[in-house]
């Protein structure tokens, strides 16, 4: 059976090198092994309100980043989940085959609705059901997962399990997690203990993918440090969140391990650490920020990818949901759709 991976990432506005580092840059390397989806899932982003004007603008700043980043929408398809009514029909079905008990459970749903309860969406509650639906609508086979969606793919193979076991008939893989040991955890340059974040109020703690040349090497050069030297062994990181972080996004961004890193610069000063960080980081960003930041000007050419995204993705999962009506007992003309 073919291997196809299907990933989803939350249409989110100003992407910066967290978001690429955490989860894009590991999907632009997973193209030449496997056949991709990759899904802006802005059904899931409408389980908390979204102003209109602001998700069509994440949405296609997503696509763009995915785009720029080297993700070859010929060859594997780039689209936004709403243009393919499959997925909201698959997750209905879905729903009913999820346990209430199931979704309970969900860590992520008692984060995001805090204490009120009462007063969330009720698809923030049936957010996984979604997810399995996005995945198996298309008989995803591996999905590359963060440590905070390792639940949701547990549900998503329970649901497919539980589908083939009542309707005594396999149609769905259980899919199978991708754990990306290469993904790095960027953290905030002014703060070496919090993540990186587009909310935080100062910009010098992120590195924006709309950032140009200069602006990387400043944002490094202020980059907050500590007074001692750079250690000479992981065991020295102990205690010194940002000689870990700027270490971590030089080992990511240079493509060598943290160990090598840190040999590398052992017992050496931050300015020098902080030199080659910017040669890496301009080397590597430069041309991704140049690229999105055209396409983000040529909205006709992006939106233009995610049309022909939903149309092959919709053409893939067709007969996988003609199979699914027939399983369940669904009446359909026979030669309709
Ligand atoms: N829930 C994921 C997140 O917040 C996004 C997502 C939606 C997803 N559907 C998916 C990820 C399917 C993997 C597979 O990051």
Redesign the pocket.
């Known amino acids: 059976m073919t291997q196809r991976i ?5 249409p989110t506005g100003n992407l910066h090198l967290g978001n690429y580092l955490g989860a894009i840059r590991n999907w632009v390397a997973l193209q030449d092994q496997y056949e991709c989806l990759f ?1 802006v ?1 802005d059904l ?1 982003a409408i389980t908390v309100w979204q102003d209109p004007d602001a998700l069509r603008k994440s949405t296609r700043e997503v696509a763009a980043a995915l785009i720029a980043s080297g993700i070859d929408a010929k060859k594997h398809i780039i689209f936004n989940q709403s243009q393919v009514s499959g997925h909201a029909e698959l997750a209905w079905i879905f729903n009913c085959v999820a346990r209430l008990g199931w979704l309970g459970r969900m860590t992520q749903f008692k984060e995001k609705a805090g204490k009120d309860q009462e007063a969330a969406s009720v698809g923030l509650f049936a957010y996984p059901n979604l ?1 399995a639906a ?2 198996l609508l298309y008989k995803g086979t591996h ?1 590359p ?1 963060g440590e905070d ?1 390792k639940q ?1 793919l547990e549900l998503a193979r329970d649901i497919a399990q539980k589908f083939n076991h009542d309707y005594k008939k396999d149609v769905f893989p259980v899919p199978e997690p991708l754990i990306l040991g290469s993904a790095t955890r960027v953290m905030s340059l002014k703060d070496g203990t919090s993540k990186m974040s587009k909310s935080d109020p100062s910009d010098l703690s992120r590195i924006n993918m709309t950032d140009d040349t200069d602006t990387i090497v400043r944002k490094i050069k202020k980059a907050k440090t500590d007074p001692d030297l750079l250690p000479e062994n992981a065991a020295g990181l102990e205690g010194r969140p940002e000689a870990r972080n700027l270490l971590g996004i030089y080992a990511a961004l240079a493509d060598v391990t943290m160990d090598d890193a840190i040999a590398e610069f052992a017992g050496q000063q931050f300015s020098a650490l902080k030199g080659r960080l910017s040669d890496v980081a301009v080397a590597s960003l430069a041309p991704i920020q140049e690229e999105y930041t055209r396409l983000l000007a040529d909205k006709a050419q992006v939106d233009a990818v995610l049309a022909d995204g939903a149309e092959r993705a919709t053409a893939l999962a067709e007969p996988v949901l003609r199979e699914v009506q027939d399983v369940i007992g669904f009446l359909r003309p026979k030669k309709a759709r």
């Open positions: 299907f990933s989803g990432v939350q899904c899932v899931h997810m996005d995945i999905v997962v969606q949701h």
